[in-house]
């Protein structure tokens, strides 16, 4: 088919059909590469489709010879013509680092920088753009222009402790463990953070009163009758009391990451905790606690609780009746009448 046949032509390319004014009109769609080898044309009103290999203008303008490549940091773009890189150069869309190879360029091309024809147009290239911090949530992402915007989710509540960021397009991290944030950043109520005036007051160990020692005469210790409590169970409650006061010697060990924090009393436990050396969802070991596992948070509720204060209630009891006892094993009250 002649490319002098003048009236309208229509390209079939990748399954579309154009429509093109005229013969000159299509060829210059061939030079701008917006024809692929692969596609068809007919004269419009015609019902056979022509190769476009088969037309000996675009035959040579497509050949792999003709070929003119420009290669950016943004991809690599095919020319038929180095007129062509020129004209895209002066659109601005060839960018500094572009390298140009065609048929009469060295193997690997030349630095657009280097030709004369299009340096002058070259526009420089952007600095690399950085990916944005994406956040996963329950399985769904969601992107953030920057880390600051992410700060402002976490103290609106909207970012739980247990989410997880992607920064720079690297693997998943919880977000409370990327560095980035402090768990200070999120509300109280996220975490289980105790405030101090929710902390309950509990007494410390230096507030146990001492036994009280009363006077009694030796001669009411002859008395004495059989009634009085027997030896054996002041010795048992002697041993119970050095096995709590033993208890009461160890001090509470904070499991915090990987470190550990031993804490003398329960006044210092709430002290740390407020200077946030120490936080409400850190594990918290001693003998008297059962739990297998039990949070510094729990634990101070469980002891704000009216059955919180069981194990020191019933640790102190024990001391009381311990100290009493001890007296009377000891000592009789002189002023308690005595049967016959």
């Not at 093109?20 to 692969?38: D, G, P, Q, T």
């Amino acid at each position: 088919m002649s490319g002098n046949v003048s009236g309208a032509y229509e390209l079939k390319h990748r399954g579309k059909i154009h429509r093109a004014s005229e013969f000159s009109e299509l060829k210059k769609w061939v030079m701008e590469s917006r024809v692929a080898a692969e596609d068809e044309f007919r004269v419009a009103g015609t019902e056979k489709w022509f190769p476009v290999l088969g037309e000996p203008e675009f035959a040579e303008l497509l050949g792999p010879d003709s070929h003119w490549i420009a290669r950016m940091a943004s991809g690599e773009y095919k020319a038929h013509s180095f007129e062509i890189i020129v004209e895209w150069a002066r659109q601005g869309r060839i960018t500094d680092d572009a390298v140009v190879e065609g048929p009469k360029t060295p193997p690997g091309g030349v630095k657009a920088t280097a030709l004369p024809a299009i340096a002058p147009f070259l526009r420089k290239q952007p600095a690399e753009r950085r990916l944005r911090p994406v956040i996963r949530i329950d399985g769904q992402q969601f992107t953030a222009p920057d880390t600051q915007t992410i700060k402002q989710w976490i103290k609106e509540s909207r970012v739980p402790v247990e989410a997880e960021i992607s920064l720079e397009g690297k693997d998943w991290e919880p977000v409370s463990n990327c560095g980035l944030f402090d768990l200070e950043d999120w509300p109280p109520a996220a975490h289980g953070r105790i405030e101090e005036d929710y902390l309950p007051e509990m007494p410390s160990s230096e507030s146990v009163p001492e036994p009280v020692k009363i006077s009694v005469s030796e001669e009411s210790l002859e008395d004495e009758d059989e009634t009085s409590v027997p030896e054996q169970t002041f010795r048992e409650i002697r041993e119970i009391t050095e096995e709590a006061d033993a208890q009461s010697q160890v001090p509470y060990t904070v499991i915090s990451g990987n470190s550990e924090t031993a804490v003398e009393s329960i006044t210092q436990l709430k002290h740390l905790l407020k200077k946030k050396m120490i936080f409400s969802y850190d594990e918290i070991k001693h003998p008297s606690i059962t739990e297998e596992t039990l949070s510094v948070g729990e634990f101070l509720e469980k002891q704000r609780s009216p059955g919180g204060g069981l194990v020191l209630k019933l640790f102190l009891g024990v001391l009381a009746a311990a100290a009493v006892a001890i007296a009377l094993d000891y000592f009789v009250v002189d002023f308690i009448p005595w049967l016959p």
